[in-house]
């Protein structure tokens, strides 16, 4: 268990920011925005890392250093000791990012989470007029 995580130390790291196409590359984005998906999570790209065969851990106590309060990363493993690759279909940290971002927006949660949105937001339509009646006053 403990070769297990100090080995951890070494593998690369993937914040969400690098696939978010709501930040600039000044931010932190490192693949092109018609690539990228919008605010990715980490359990998100953890999942996605998880369908791809690729072994991560979560990391969701940790910052980004250029923005602390984005919290969490992915670290992850493309290559076995000897070198060889994990997945074949995945031989660099950039094509990961490129494949979890086209894989986040078929994510199941994603699915789910759209569908109460259009409820919600006919019930935030409903209470705009009684605060148009509070101005009045």
């Known amino acids: 268990m403990q070769s297990e995580s100090l080995n951890l130390k070494k593998w690369n790291i993937i914040y969400p920011v690098y ?14 925005t018609t690539k990228a998906c919008e605010n990715p999570t980490c359990i998100e790209i953890g999942d996605c890392c998880n369908y791809l065969k690729i072994p991560f851990a ?32 995945i031989g660099s940290k950039k094509q990961l990012m490129l494949r979890v971002a086209e894989l986040i927006p078929k994510h199941h949660g994603r699915m789910k989470k759209q569908e109460p949105d259009a409820n919600a937001s006919c019930a935030a339509g409903s209470s705009k007029p009684g605060k148009g009646g509070k101005k009045k006053k």
């Open 58 to 89: 979560v990391e969701l106590d940790k910052a980004y250093p250029r923005d602390f309060m984005q919290r969490g990363r992915i670290r992850f493993q493309l290559k076995k000791e000897d070198g060889s690759l994990l997945n074949p279909e």
């Open 19 to 32: 696939i978010n196409t709501k930040k600039t590359v000044a931010e932190g984005r490192r693949i092109s």
